[in-house]
């Protein structure tokens, strides 16, 4: 069982909807991200918090938007979306040791299969 | 600007073969980490190995081999007497400053 839970496993939505992916880890971690990987693409880096704080939005359109309410959950509301959005979004945390990343490894969950229609 | 690359797209072996992944990296650090991790078909990726720029021992766990050359920035993975429940695809990463870059994985499959 991974320490690191995302829900739900499989979407499908359209253009016009709005949607939320959860993510929540049990490893006691205060760094979290979201990646999105899409076919026959290397893993994109979308967002990182560290203690609950965004420290990093890698140039991700506005029509995704990610909350952190405590370190140990990580949101990803999407509205709007299109279908070359459709993916995988994986969810991952890490122990840093500051506001950096530093070199700890990331533990990821299953994904979140997004299908956009 | 740091950069990873995993030439090799498809890799198909029959089980108990050996199989080597290889993965080249570019940094400007002198001071970094990096990783293997697996990604199964359930989907999430798993943590096989971290190594720091300072360690280049090559390190063994069961069937799995790494090895760190600094010289040629290669960190290849190998794979002795492979299984079927090997098959996955694996990527290579590298931190470097805040920044976790991964290459674009290796797809092995490991036929009966």
């Known amino acids: 069982e991974t320490g690191v839970t995302q829900t739900p496993r499989h979407l499908v939505m359209g253009m016009t909807n709005k949607k939320s992916l959860k993510c929540e880890q049990h490893l006691g971690h205060n760094a979290m991200y979201w990646y999105k990987q899409s076919a026959k693409k290397p893993l994109e880096l979308m967002f990182v918090?560290?203690?609950?704080?965004?420290?990093e939005n890698n140039s991700v359109p506005s029509r995704f938007s990610p909350e952190c309410p405590n370190s140990s959950h990580l949101f990803l509301h999407l509205h709007t979306l299109q279908p070359e959005d459709s993916a995988l979004y994986l969810c991952a945390s890490s122990q840093v040791g500051g506001r950096s990343w530093t070199g700890g490894e990331l533990f990821f969950g299953e994904g979140s299969r997004l299908t956009v229609l | 600007a740091q950069k990873v690359t995993q030439a090799q797209t498809e890799i198909s072996v029959v089980e108990k073969e050996d199989v080597t992944l290889d993965c080249v990296y570019e940094t400007r650090d002198t001071t970094y980490y990096l990783f293997w991790y697996k990604q199964p078909p359930s989907g999430e990726l798993v943590f096989l190995i971290r190594r720091n720029s300072f360690d280049e021992q090559n390190e063994i766990s069961g069937r799995y081999s790494w090895n760190f050359q600094k010289s040629t920035s290669s960190f290849n993975f190998t794979i002795t007497a492979s299984q079927v429940v090997d098959s996955a695809v694996y990527f290579c990463?590298?931190?470097?400053?805040?920044?976790?870059?991964f290459g674009e994985g290796t797809q092995l499959t490991v036929n009966p």
């Open positions: 918090y560290n203690f609950k704080e965004q420290t």
């Open positions: 990463a590298l931190n470097s400053g805040s920044r976790l870059t």
